[in-house]
Nanobody, 125 residues
Framework: QEQLVESGGGLVQAGGSLRLSCAASGRTFSSYAMGWFRQAPGKEREFVASISRYGGTIVYADSVKGRFSISRDNAKNTLSLQMNSLKPDETAVYYC??????????????????WGKGTLVTVSS
């Protein structure tokens, strides 16, 4: 059964760092573009970062460029998101995502085929 499981969320002070991980199982996720989205309370889910099948194409939302870094390890079926200089308005549930129709990028929520259940990141001021 296809499954994406996030971990690494928690409480951090503004300016701090967190590293999120996503473990993929049940499918050849190494063939798919994978990415991270987030959803703050009362807001729509938004794109954060995307990485292509082999990691050659990486895309970030403008709001996180220079502070977040996405990576993947296909041998271990894992996806990571290093988040630095976190801001209070980045408090949200962060979701791991995969698009089985694309090996290049996944940056539109409507095109995501697989979602994790999310991990909560709380940034205090």
């Amino acid at each position: 059964q296809e499954q994406l499981v996030e971990s690494g969320g928690g409480l951090v002070q503004a300016g701090g760092s967190l590293r999120l991980s996503c473990a993929a199982s049940g499918r050849t996720f190494s063939s798919y573009a994978m990415g991270w989205f987030r959803q703050a309370p009362g807001k729509e889910r938004e794109f954060v970062a995307s990485i292509s099948r082999y990691g050659g194409t990486i895309v970030y939302a403008d709001s996180v460029k220079g502070r977040f870094s996405i990576s993947r390890d296909n041998a271990k079926n894992t996806l990571s998101l290093q988040m630095n200089s976190l801001k209070p308005d980045e408090t949200a549930v962060y979701y791991c995502a995969a698009d089985k129709t694309s090996s290049l990028r996944v940056d539109i929520a409507a095109r995501v085929n697989y979602w994790g259940k999310g991990t909560l990141v709380t940034v205090s001021s």
